[in-house]
């Protein structure tokens, strides 16, 4: 009988559980049932396990085996070049099992100092960078670790710095490096005893001093203020008036680099250039003449001045300096070589100043020119550019075609036709630049003599092919000359003229510098090289220029259309209000309005993001 069935009957019976009633139960279930119980003998009880274990005592791994079938220690090998651990003499790394009847050896492997070295020059080689790059040494020790299931090797690493590097040592790299220069000894000891990486300039160049152009101490710059122009200009000198006095000039210093080679240095332009009305006596500047103060943009002159105090009609003036006429101007011409004002306004005439014209009064049905020569050289510097190329080409085929001559026996017969035979079967784009800048730009010949003389110099030896001998200098001479001239070019670029009206009624402006009409423009044609500016109504004619434009007004309520172009592609075009039918140009971006626009800003892009 099972012992929960023999509980269930002592419960049924109420017997307590005490032994001596469960024995009257068990007799009683005998009688009943005839069965017998056998009590339970006890259970036979194992020892608990013990684990291997491993640690680290004195720098030695010790292991100790499991016991009553615990498990093995196990040992974290870490992947370091400072240890080695070999387990019965073969290397292990990573987690091993371990027994204490294994010979396990641990070597450490110390590390030694290190120290190298780079040596860089400076893209300009007028400079050594020396930099240092230190490895310290690492001394490994094991760590002790107490007994645990699975030792995790530790490492404890102790650094020392290298010695110190003699500077001999540094020195000896730069001479067998070919390095010469300003040697800092304070740089070269500082990298010797740095512990760590470092870097330091040790060795320098010479950098080229530059000359310093002549500045210029101003001793008499008169200044006048034009109550009817509004305006203050330079004033009116005599011959023989000290306008300066000139400083020193210091001139250029080579350098030479740190492998010794020599840097030429280049003198900086000078800051002023003199006109032929300023001369230097003992390094004073002297008014060669009367005149009016010119000093724009690094040019300093005296200009001599015509003053007509009445009214001009139908006269042709030119003059070679300053125009100024107290009234007004009816028909005929003036011309100056210097600036033009009139007092009054303009009709029916022509008006021409080189460096700017200003009318107080209306121009109507006139043209106004500031600047003209200089618009004669617009595409002149693009064209010599191109010829100085071309002759550098040139040159390098003529050098080497002498080279092969020089070992004829006729070579000074052969030596002078090389340039022509080149000229024409080699370079033929070299010989039509020469054709385009005598003939496309012909009409300078009457009013600048470097252009004639280059004009001269071309006709009589260069397009002369097979009549005529060229020589080496006679090469050299047309390149020096073509690169003197290209200079002399663009500083006359750089001195822009401006024009300035009243108001402009069906005529003509074109200048290089800005324009400004100060009232109204009908009906009228503005071109120009920098801004203009119309601070009245522009309607029925045009306005193109390079950077930018400003007006009050384009157009009108009626439909009469105004046009305005910028040629920049960066430029911009500022309106107070514009008209429908106005059209709008920038770069190449066109657009022309359907609508009444106020404020307008425009620069080329979406037209509705560009309305105020």
């Not at 300096?321 to 028909?331: A, F, L």
Request: charged content about 25%; glycine content about 8%; hydrophobic content about 40%.
């Amino acid at each position: 009988m099972k012992v929960t069935k023999i509980w269930n009957i002592i419960r049924q019976a109420g017997l307590d559980k005490s032994p001596a009633a469960l024995g009257q139960l068990l007799k009683r279930n005998r009688a009943t049932t005839g069965a017998s119980f056998t009590e339970p003998q006890p259970e036979t009880v194992l020892p608990s396990p013990v684990h291997g274990r491993a640690w680290v005592a004195a720098g030695r791994i010790q292991v100790s085996d499991p016991e009553h079938f615990g498990t093995y220690a196990t040992m974290v090998v870490p992947d370091s070049p400072h240890i080695r651990v070999l387990v019965d003499g073969r290397p292990v790394t990573g987690r091993v099992v371990v027994s204490a009847s294994q010979d396990i050896q641990v070597e450490l492997v110390e590390q030694s100092p290190s120290v190298s070295y780079e040596l860089e020059v400076s893209e300009d080689r007028l400079s050594v960078c020396l930099r240092k790059r230190v490895v310290c040494g690492v001394i490994p020790r094991l760590k002790d670790c107490p007994p645990a299931e699975t030792l995790v090797l530790e490492l404890e690493e102790a650094s020392y710095p290298p010695a110190e590097t003699p500077p001999e040592v540094i020195l000896n790299m730069l001479s067998q490096s070919g390095l010469e220069g300003i040697l800092d000894h304070d740089a070269v000891l500082r990298v010797c005893k740095a512990m760590e990486n470092t870097e330091a300039v040790v060795l320098r160049g010479v950098p080229p001093e530059a000359g310093n152009p002549r500045a210029i101490t101003w001793v008499n710059f008169p200044v006048e203020a034009d109550s009817l122009l509004r305006t203050k200009r330079a004033g009116l000198v005599s011959m023989g008036t000290i306008m300066g006095v000139m400083g020193p000039e210091k001139h250029h210093r080579p350098g030479k680099d740190v492998y010794g080679n020599p840097i030429l240095a280049r003198d900086e332009k000078p800051r002023w250039t003199f006109g032929s009305g300023i001369v230097e006596v003992n390094r004073q500047l002297v008014a060669a003449r009367d005149g009016r103060l010119y000093c724009a943009r690094g040019r300093l002159d005296v200009i001599p001045e015509q003053v007509i105090e009445r009214h001009v009609t139908d006269e042709e003036i030119t003059f070679d300096g300053n125009v100024v006429v107290h009234g007004s101007v009816s028909g005929g011409s003036i011309r100056a070589a210097g600036q033009v004002w009139i007092y009054g306004s303009v009709k029916h005439a022509t008006i021409v100043g080189e460096q700017g014209v200003t009318v107080k009064g209306d121009v109507m049905q006139a043209h106004v020119v500031a600047g003209q020569s200089q618009m004669m050289y617009q595409q002149l510097p693009s064209l010599m550019e191109r010829i100085l190329t071309q002759l550098d080409d040139f040159v390098d085929e003529y050098e080497i075609m002498v080279r092969h001559a020089m070992g004829r026996p006729n070579a000074g017969v052969i030596i002078p036709r090389i340039p022509h035979l080149l000229l024409q079967a080699r370079h033929p784009e070299l010989r039509r630049g020469l054709e385009d800048f005598l003939q496309v730009y012909e009409q300078l010949a009457a009013r600048d003599p470097d252009y004639t003389e280059l004009r001269q110099l071309i006709q009589s030896q260069w397009l002369l092919a097979g009549q005529g001998v060229l020589y080496r200098r006679d090469i050299e001479k047309l390149r020096t000359g073509m690169a003197a001239y290209l200079e002399a070019v663009r500083q006359r670029e750089q001195a822009l003229s401006c024009i300035r009206v009243g108001a402009a009624v069906a005529s003509s402006l074109r200048a290089t510098g800005n324009i400004v009409v100060r009232g109204k423009c009908i009906a009228s044609a503005l071109e120009c090289g920098r801004t203009i500016t119309v601070l009245g109504t522009l309607r029925s004619g045009f306005a193109i220029c390079a950077r930018s434009a400003y007006l009050h007004e384009l157009g009108t309520s009626s439909g009469s259309e105004g046009s305005v172009r910028v040629t920049q592609p960066n430029g911009f075009i500022r309106c107070r209000l514009a008209h429908p039918n106005s059209l709008l140009q920038v770069g190449d971006k066109r657009v022309r309005l359907d609508t009444v626009v106020w404020d307008l800003r425009w620069k080329g892009e979406s037209f509705e993001r560009s309305i105020g």
